[in-house]
Structures are given as structure tokens and as C-alpha cells.
């Protein structure tokens, strides 16, 4: 098939971008959407341009790196699907498709399709994990966690921290990200100590990072490639409200 | 001067030389501890783990990775789980029997030392992960569940459904942020190491490139842990990510850091095959999937039939039929040439016929469809994806891919090169495999180097060793920028007609071809003949745009594909000179009658470690001498 591409193009952070076209032609349906781009790509170097920057690495939907935002949709039409495991049999003849980086304050462009998520990083770095210095840890078997627990926390444990959920809200929040490593480790009873702390600290980072509020509107779990379920949000905020409340009663005693 | 191979082993009962070792090493005191700065390239199980390990003591780490997050290294892709000889299920697997299989499943070249201390710390992995919040599988009593892998009789794999690998991962880059957010930690991301430094013969620093700015700066310190991977993607199409690559490793043994067993390769027996020749990299589908699959091709050859078509009596289940005792479960080694002799001999199925079968019907009608589907749900989707048919429905067609690297730089036991200071972990290491690594102890492997015996060796070094203070303005530093700067300005200059990918694509092809699964003198010599006229072509005629002051993507791959050019002749020159078969190093003219791998213990039981002597220059090869005081050398069998 034959595709008509429109890609952002920017040089740079600070760079003016705008959207180029380019031909896309004899695509196989059984090409991944990256491998579309990469012999689009080869085209562009032989003829004497310059190819599109685009993140990717593992190519099997885990390492969270790929991040298109394809025909308004990111990671494109296929429900849970990150950009690399999307299939070119899922488009036409003659389609005409638009290819966009994320667009969220939080993460600026760093050259053409590539974003700059380091905020996720720091969002863990202010407390997503349980503190278990290396060495001294008590037999595995001597915790027990009920398979319900296990299978919901696994469930959370899911993200791969790819940015699609912020690059969908429409007030390009963070909370399914944060919702969800809040959720990972709170599920568990090796998280409970660290629980308040954990989800005071990494909301006050998610707001220092720009990313706006949550107001519901669920496109976050839409476009979710390990579609994570909001009630992880409802999970965050509840455990927010009981740790305010307690830093609270901790004041006032 | 003749490079010296000491594996410092501890000696004495195997059961109590890490012990031993580790009450010898000697310790640095907490206060000075943060005086040292250590350097950790890469951030996956071995290197996320050691950076934050060695954070936690009280060092201070600088920790690197080309990626835009620590959280990416390739290591979150493993699917299948770890191994550890907990003997929760009371199967009889012992810290013993792990060190037996590990040593037997790597056709009897490991060192027995390395091995035993990697079978006796997966006990401690699996309650450190626990501890940290991995969310391995349970049972409804709340203990932790086990499943089987290839080349073993027990029950010994921990698992996280198929993500067992990103939940390591994700447990070791947290407490890498954690060091962090102390601020104990500097995490240096989308940066690549392009050369070492070695001052008065230690390691002292590394050149790294910016890969968004372009910027080449050095960073100085008192040891160096690569941990940078295999390097599977000299093969073009492999398992690996597309960003995996040997050239932190390649450039070090430049430096003078020895290169051992290059040729054991790991061919990983169930991949999706591929489907053209746009194709940017292979898709594993996990082992464990053989706990309940059954491989089988048709008794007909070019039996074009539907496979559901196909009655039982009419089908070769040759696993079970040829290895009667493991079954489906044999090693990765033994699986994928079997799979490669039923489709060279026209068996095959699917496109091409290179397929087979990995069929699931028999599994769903004994535990139900639900079952399979808590086991497998997600790789079985991912499948799907990618082929647009239903394993639940028709079986899974699989193929052997390239996916791991036993051979990596040489390390003695406290897992240091070659050159005093850089200490190498994980994959990127030789170390503990043999010639064939068992099903789901890359895990155990990587986190054992990185949590368990990095922070304490180094340590010892750091305590042992006089260094002069350094930095980065020291002479050494700005000859090895000079370099780096020299070999960019190189690629950008040459302005030919070809570009990275297509001469990756065809050295990918020689290697695939002639030092793939099955290797023979002719092939591989017609390879060492082929590779230096490929790369002759690529320095005269590669088309790399762009400019080295940007974010350039066809310049990382340039370079990267530039250091596979060296080393997959480095590969082949191994191939050929190991006149034996063993595990992954299948050598066509020696095999037993019934096709199974024939070692030459007699003249082969050592480890080849290649010595860098020149661009110009035969490397030269020095031999470790392998013994075996505990396992019985033995002709493996799984029958």
C-alpha cells in the first residue's frame, strides 16, 4: 500500500517546527509502524535528507521508549498497543496519516519525534519505590501476599512508563503514571511503611513538574498500551486524602 | 608483555570459597567511601543494580545509559522469570544441583568457582526483590509459585506473569532513583561510552558522547563497571533491542581488556519467524511457553495442510520423540538445532518453511483455556499482534533467533578484566554460561554480579590499590577525546552512496550464514574473508548525513555498526579456531552419529581470551585452563 505522511519536524528544543509530507510507498502490512518509518528513513538519507528522529529500542512494547502520537492518538488506533507493536495492517491504501511527538509542557520536544520524560524519573526518585537496601532481606517465603493482592499490584506494575497517558489528557496530567507505581507498591504489604510518605512526595514532584490535574476524563487509560485501569487514580487520591489527614493528626498531637 | 590470566579462584571447598573470599577481601572504611567515585556504564539488572548497591555504601556513582531512562535497558524485555535454588517446592533442587545444571547446560566450559557463587547468591536475590516489592507470582496460600524451564528437572523459576524481567528491572532502577533522590547517585541518560581510559595501566575514566547536543566529555574515577550487554546485534536480527550494542565492550578491549569465547552465541529456539525483509529485529516468545507446548512439524514433507488438519498420527513431536527424558524442556542449544534439522531437511512450516509448530491444544483441553491464559495471556496477545493469528485457536509458529552472548570480556573471579579497575557484570561479562546459558539465568546472573559481588570486589580493589589522584584534565583524557572526535568527524566525512543499516544487514548476513547454529572450516574462512572487504566498503562508501552537534541517530548507529565490523571478525577467527562442538558452538565436522554435539575436552577445555594487538594485527589468543574437581565431565544428554 501507498501512504501520504504529514511527520513534525523541529530541529531542537527551542526550534520553530511544522509538519513535512512524505510518500510512503510499497508498505507491507506485516511491517511494524517503526519499520515503515525506519525504510522512509532510508529513503530520506539516500536521496540526501535528513531522517526523522523518533525514540524507540526494544521493539516489543516493554521498554516504554517508543512514543508516536499518530492521527491525534497516541500509539495510534489499536487499543493497547504501543507504537512498535502497532501493525501496518491496520491502515489502507491511500490513508493519510499525521505523526506528532507527545505535546505536554511536562515533556518538551528534544528534536523532531523525540520528547524529553525525565520528569518520570524524578517523580520515582521523590519516593515510587520501597526502601530494601542490598543484603539483610528476610526469606522470600516469609511474607506472604494473597494472590488477589499480588495479581492487582502485578496489574499496576504493568506500566512501562511510555507518557502515552499524559499525552492524551487534555490537561496533560500524570496521575495514571503516578496512580499506578502508588497503586504497585501500596497493594503490598512490604509497601505499607512508606505509604503516606510515598504518595505526599511524588504528588508534590508530579505538580512541580507542570503536569496538570486529574478531571476524569479517562483518555488516559484509553490510550494506555498495558491499559491500566483508572481506579489506580482513585486508589492515589485516596491514599493522598488519608495521608494529608494523618500528617495532619501528627500536627495537631 | 604477555598478558597474564589469573582467575584469582579462592581455592579450597567449593561450598565455602565465596565465604571465604568474601571475609578476605578487604573493606574500605564508610568515611572514605565517598571519596571514591565509580563509573557505571549501563543500567540494566547488572548495572542499575551495582550502581544503586554501590550508592547505598556510600560511594559516589555515576551511572550511564544511552537510553532516555535507566528504566529501558534490554534486560526489562526478558520474559520468561529467574532461577534460584530455594527448593520451595520441595522437588529436591539444591544450591548443587542449580551449579550442576548451570555447569552441564554450558557443556562443561564454565568455571566451576564462578558458577557454584552464582547458584549460591540466587538465594538472596529472590528475598531481595521480594523485600523491594517485586510482584513475582503467588499461589492462593500467599507463598511464592515456581515454573520449569529447558535443561532442568526441577521446579526452580520465579516469575512475574511474562514481564518477569521488567519487574527486576523496574526493582533495581528504583532503588537506583531512590540513590538519586539522596542525591548519592548522578544518573547521566541518553549518553554513550566511546572510549576507556587507562592511566599507569588501570582504569581511570571513560569518553562519553552527549547524544543530544553532541558534546564528547570525559568523566574520571576510581574504577569502571561496564555493564553494557551482549552484543546478539552483530547479527542484525536478533532478540535484542535495536539500540543494543558491543561498543563500550569493543572499545575496552582496544584498551587492552581481553575478549573471551566470542563465538558462544546463543540462538534462543522459539521466535516469531520473520516475515520480510523490512524486518528491524525478532520477537522472542518465552520458554516457558515449552512448560505447556508442544513442538511438532508434519511427518509429510511440504505437508501444506492447515495444521489443525493434520491428525496426531501424522505429526513428529521430535523433541519428545528424540529426547524422551526433558522432552519440550531441553536446553535452547539442543531445541534450536533440532528445530533447524527439521526445516533444512523440508519439514518446515509456514513461509519459506522455516517454522514449526509450538501447539497449545493439547494444554487447553487439559487445564482449560482460562489457565493457559493467566500463564501465557500476555505473550500469546503479542503474538497475535504480530502474526494477526490466534495461538489460542491454531499452534504458534516458531523459528530460532540470535538473543544472547555467553562470551563478553574476560573476568577474574572478582569479576574485574583484564585491566585493573574496569570490572565487568551481566552479560557483557564471559563469566558463569559456558558455552550455553540455561533458560532463565540471565536475571539471576545479571542482579547476582550487580547487587552481590560488584559492591564487595570493588571495595577490595579500592582498598588494595594505591591510586594517584586524576582528573579529567590529565593528558590521557584529552588524547582518548581526540580520538573519539576524530573517528565522528570520520563517518560524517566519508559522504558515500550506502547507508549503516545496509551494511549492518549484510555483515548480519555473513555471520547468520557462516557462524550461526551450524558452522564448518570452509564457511567460516570464506566469512573471515568477507567481513574485512564489508568493512573496507563501509570506510570508503557509507552514506552518514547530519552533524555531530545534534541528536543524530544514523551517526550512533554508524558508529555502532562500525565496532560490530571488528568484532564479527573477531567471532568467526574464535569459530574457526575451536576445532570441537559445544553447546552453542556447533561445528559441523564434529558431531556424534545421532548429530549431537562432540566436545575435545582433551585439547578445548579452556577459555579463549583474545588480546587486541593492532587494527592491523592478528589478535592473540590466550588460553585459560578449565578443571573440574566437582562435576563429572561428561558427554551431555537430555535423552
Known sequence: MNLTLHVWRQAGATAEGKFEQYQARDVSPDMSFLEMLDVVNEGLIESGGSPIAFDSDCREGICGMCSLMINGVAHGPQRGTATCQLFMRHFKDGDVIYIEPWRSSAFPVVRDLVVDRSAFDRIIAAGGYITAPTGGARDANSILVAKTAVDNAMDAAACIGCGACVAACPNGSASLFTGAKVSHLGLLPQGQPERHRRVLEMVAQMDAEGFGNCTWHGECQAACPKEISIDVIARMNNDYLKAVLATKEKQNS | ?639
Not at chain 2, 549503516?500 to 551450524?518: I, N
Request: aromatic content about 10%.
Open chain 2, 1 to 639: 608483555m604477555s598478558m597474564e590470566l589469573n582467575s584469582r579462584e579462592p581455592g579450597g571447598p567449593i561450598e565455602k570459597q565465596w565465604e571465604k573470599h568474601r571475609f578476605e577481601m578487604k573493606l574500605v572504611n564508610p568515611a572514605n567511601k565517598r571519596k571514591h567515585t565509580i563509573l557505571v556504564v549501563g543500567s540494566g539488572l547488572a548495572g542499575g543494580s551495582a550502581a544503586a548497591s554501590l550508592a547505598e555504601l556510600g560511594y559516589n556513582v555515576k551511572c550511564f545509559c544511552f537510553q532516555d531512562s535507566p528504566r529501558r535497558a534490554h534486560s526489562i524485555a526478558a520474559q520468561g522469570g529467574i532461577n534460584a535454588a530455594k527448593n520451595y517446592q520441595n522437588d529436591g533442587d539444591s544450591i548443587y544441583r542449580l551449579f550442576y545444571d548451570t555447569v552441564k547446560g554450558g557443556d562443561f566450559r564454565s568455571r566451576e568457582s564462578n558458577t557454584y557463587r552464582l547458584a549460591e547468591i540466587s538465594l538472596n536475590i529472590i528475598d531481595q526483590c521480594v523485600a523491594q516489592g517485586v510482584p513475582f507470582a503467588r499461589e492462593y496460600g500467599g507463598l511464592l509459585a515456581n515454573r520449569s524451564f529447558g535443561g532442568a528437572q526441577v521446579s526452580r523459576t520465579f516469575y512475574a506473569r511474562g514481564q518477569t524481567g521488567q519487574q527486576l528491572l523496574l526493582g533495581a532502577y528504583q532503588a537506583l532513583e531512590r540513590q538519586v533522590g539522596l542525591g548519592r547517585l548522578k544518573m547521566i541518560p541518553r549518553t554513550e561510552m566511546l572510549d576507556l581510559v587507562v592511566i599507569d595501566g588501570k582504569a581511570r575514566g571513560i569518553v562519553v558522547r552527549d547524544l543530544v547536543t553532541g558534546a564528547v566529555t570525559s568523566h574520571a574515577g576510581d574504577a569502571v563497571v561496564l555493564a553494557s550487554g551482549g552484543y546478539g546485534n552483530v547479527f542484525y536480527l536478533s532478540t535484542n533491542a535495536k539500540g543494543s550494542n558491543c561498543t563500550a565492550a569493543w572499545r575496552a578491549y582496544k584498551r587492552g581488556a581481553a575478549f573471551a569465547n566470542p563465538c558462544y552465541t546463543q540462538i534462543h529456539p522459539t521466535c516469531i519467524p520473520q516475515s520480510g525483509e523490512h524486518q528491524s529485529k525478532l520477537t522472542l516468545m518465552s520458554e516457558s511457553l515449552r512448560n505447556d507446548g508442544r513442538v511438532w512439524v508434519p511427518k509429510q514433507k511440504d505437508d501444506k495442510r492447515p495444521p489443525n488438519q493434520i491428525p496426531h498420527s501424522e505429526r513428529d513431536y521430535y523433541l519428545e520423540r528424540r529426547y524422551p527424558a526433558f522432552g519440550n524442556l531441553v536446553p535452547r542449544d539442543v531445541a534450536s538445532r533440532a528445530a533447524k534439522k527439521a526445516c533444512d531437511e523440508g519439514y518446515g512450516v509456514g513461509p519459506g518453511g522455516l517454522g514449526v509448530y509450538l501447539d497449545f491444544a493439547d494444554a487447553i483441553k487439559r487445564l482449560g483455556e482460562q489457565t493457559i491464559r493467566e500463564r501465557y495471556g500476555n505473550l500469546f496477545e503479542m503474538y497475535e499482534r504480530i502474526t494477526d493469528e490466534d495461538p489460542y485457536k491454531v499452534p504458534m509458529r516458531i523459528y530460532p533467533a540470535v538473543h544472547y552472548t555467553m562470551g563478553g570480556l574476560w573476568v577474574d573471579y572478582n569479576l574485574m578484566s583484564t585491566i585493573p579497575g574496569l570490572h565487568v557484570a551481566g552479560e557483557a561479562n564471559f563469566s558463569d554460561h559456558g558455552a550455553n546459558r540455561l533458560g532463565a539465568s540471565a536475571l539471576m546472573q545479571g542482579l547476582a554480579d550487580g547487587y552481590f559481588i560488584i559492591p564487595y570486589t570493588i571495595g577490595d580493589y579500592l582498598a588494595t590499590n594505591t591510586l594517584e589522584k586524576v582528573d579529567e584534565s590529565h593528558a590521557a583524557f584529552k588524547e582518548a577525546e581526540r580520538c573519539v572526535e576524530e573517528r565522528t568527524r570520520r563517518l560524517l566525512s566519508i559522504d558515500g552512496k550506502r547507508t549503516v543499516d545496509s551494511f549492518h544487514r549484510e555483515l548480519g548476513k555473513v555471520m547468520w550464514d557462516y557462524c550461526g547454529m551450524a558452522r564448518n572450516e570452509a564457511g567460516l574462512k570464506h566469512a573471515l574473508q568477507r567481513i574485512p572487504e564489508i568493512r573496507e566498503e563501509f570506510w570508503s562508501n557509507v552514506n552518514v548525513p547530519g552533524s555531530d552537534a545534534e541528536l543524530n541517530q544514523a551517526l550512533e548507529k554508524a558508529g555502532r555498526v562500525s565496532d560490530f565490523l571488528e568484532l564479527g571478525e573477531l567471532i568467526v577467527r574464535d569459530a574457526l579456531d575451536r576445532r570441537e562442538s559445544c553447546g552453542a558452538h556447533f561445528r559441523e565436522e564434529f558431531q556424534t552419529p545421532d548429530g549431537e554435539a562432540l566436545r575435545d575436552d582433551e585439547h578445548y577445555a579452556y577459555v579463549a581470551a583474545w588480546e587486541y594487538k593492532g587494527d592491523d594485527n592478528t589478535p592473540a589468543l590466550h588460553k585459560e585452563p578449565l578443571t573440574y574437581e566437582y562435576v563429572h565431565l561428561a558427554q551431555r544428554s537430555y535423552k
